[in-house]
C-alpha cells in the first residue's frame, strides 16, 4: 500500500498536490524519505504518492512537520494558548446555595496571543528527545517546542524528558485530518487567536500550581496549630472559669444550668465534674444549632477528648456518661435522637422555657 503524503518538497521548497503538476512530471520528493513522488491531483483527497513498491514510515509526519515549520518561518510569528493556573480544588456551595460540592477553579495567567519570533528550526536533538519543531521568543530568547500530533501524540517518556528540560510546549493536533492536511488547515492551526493549540508544559503555570498547594498546606498547619492552643488554653481553666465561658457561649443565665443539668453514670469521667462538661455540651449543642440543626455524637464526643482530661472508673464510662446526658436532653425536650445521633430540636433561647427548668 501506497502512503499517502500531503506536502512535496521541491528545492527545499513544500508544495501541495494543487501547486504542481499532475503525476510523476510533479517534480516533488518525499520529505521522510527523499524518494521521488507521484502527485494526485485527482484523487478525492489530493495527494503524493510513492512510486510504486516504496515503504515509507514517516513521509506524513514529515511532511507536516515541515510545512508548518515552512509556514511559520514566512510569518515568524505563532499563535500560544492561554495559560491557566489551577487552583485547588475546595469544598463549597453549589451555584443555587443548597448543595456542598467540591469546586474547582482556575485563575488566567496569560490569554491566547499570537507570539512573534525570533526562530525556527526543525526536529533539533535535544538531550535525549527529538521535538517536532523548535521556535524562539522575539526579544525573549526563551524557546516553545512545537508537538504536532499526526498520528499519535507525546507519550510520558517524552513528556518526561519535555518537563525535565523545563521547556514549554505546546501539542497541535492534526490527527482528525490524516493525509487531507494542507497549507490552509494548518495556517488556521498555527496563527488563529484563540488557538485549539494546547500546553502540553508550562513551568510557571505548573510552578503556580505548586505553590498554591504548599500555601494551603501552610495554612491549615496554622489554622490545625492555633485550634490546638485554644483547647490547651482552655484546658488550663478552672471549672468555674469553663462552665462561665460556656454559658456566655450558649447564651444562658447562670441559674438555669442546674435545670440544664443531671446526674449521669460516669459523668465523674471527665476531671472537672458534671457543671464544667456538661454546660461544655449545651454550649456545642447551641453552636450546632447554628450551623446545621445537627448533632454528631462522634464529634461531640472527639471534642470533648480535646476540652477534658478523661480518667475512667469502668469501660466507656465517658460515653455512656455523654449518651445518658444527651438522652436526658431528649427526655426534656431539645434533642430527638435519630440512630446514633440527635436532631436539635430547639433553638437556645428556648432551652430556658423547657421543661425541665418549668
Ligand atoms: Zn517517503
Not at 71 to 97: N, S, T
Not at 137 to 162: M, P, Q, R, W, Y
Not at 204 to 216: F, G, H, R, T
Not at 310 to 329: G, M, N, P, R
Request: include cysteine; aromatic fraction near 8%; glycine fraction near 6%.
Amino acid at each position: 500500500m501506497s502512503i499517502l503524503v500531503p506536502f512535496g518538497i521541491k528545492d527545499g521548497v513544500l508544495y501541495e498536490p494543487r501547486q504542481v503538476l499532475n503525476g510523476k512530471d510533479c517534480g516533488c520528493f518525499c520529505p521522510g524519505c527523499n524518494h521521488p513522488l507521484v502527485a494526485r491531483k485527482n484523487a478525492k483527497t489530493p495527494h503524493f504518492a510513492h512510486a510504486a513498491g516504496k515503504v515509507c514510515g514517516n513521509g506524513i509526519e514529515s511532511a507536516i512537520h515541515l510545512a508548518a515549520k515552512q509556514l511559520i518561518a514566512e510569518r515568524m510569528e505563532l499563535a500560544l494558548p492561554a495559560v491557566y493556573v489551577q487552583l485547588p480544588a475546595r469544598w463549597g456551595p453549589d451555584e443555587d446555595g443548597w448543595n456542598w460540592v467540591r469546586i474547582q477553579e482556575r485563575n488566567t495567567l496569560y490569554n491566547s496571543c499570537l507570539m512573534p519570533l525570533s526562530k525556527v528550526s526543525i526536529e533539533p536533538w535535544l538531550d535525549g528527545f527529538r521535538p517536532d519543531i523548535v521556535v524562539v521568543e522575539a526579544g525573549s530568547d526563551a524557546e516553545i517546542l512545537v508537538e504536532i500530533a499526526v498520528t499519535h501524540f507525546v507519550d510520558e517518556n517524552k513528556l518526561d524528558k519535555i518537563r525535565k528540560r523545563g521547556i514549554r510546549t505546546i501539542e497541535i493536533d492534526v490527527s482528525n485530518a490524516r493525509g487531507a492536511v494542507g497549507f490552509d488547515m494548518l495556517n488556521r492551526l498555527l496563527f488563529s487567536v484563540p488557538t485549539k493549540a494546547k500546553w502540553l508544559h508550562h513551568p510557571q503555570a505548573e510552578q503556580m500550581e505548586l505553590d498554591y498547594v504548599e500555601k494551603q498546606r501552610q495554612e491549615r498547619a496554622e489554622r490545625d496549630a492555633a485550634e490546638a492552643a485554644r483547647f490547651e488554653n482552655y484546658r488550663m481553666l478552672n471549672p468555674q472559669e469553663k462552665i462561665k465561658r460556656n454559658i456566655a457561649k450558649a447564651q444562658l443565665q447562670p441559674k438555669s444550668l442546674t435545670s440544664l443539668t443531671a446526674f449521669v453514670p460516669g459523668e465523674n469521667s471527665y476531671d472537672d465534674g458534671r457543671y464544667a462538661w456538661q454546660s461544655a455540651v449545651l454550649a456545642y449543642i447551641a453552636n450546632r444549632f447554628e450551623e446545621q440543626g445537627y448533632l454528631h455524637t462522634d464529634e461531640l464526643t472527639a471534642w470533648l477528648s480535646k476540652l477534658f482530661d478523661i480518667s475512667t472508673q469502668f469501660q466507656d464510662a465517658e460515653k455512656v456518661a455523654l449518651w445518658k446526658y444527651l438522652k436526658h436532653l431528649e427526655s426534656i425536650g431539645l434533642l430527638k435522637q435519630d440512630r446514633r445521633d440527635f436532631v436539635i430540636l430547639m433553638p437556645p433561647k428556648n432551652w430556658e422555657k423547657s421543661k425541665a427548668v418549668q
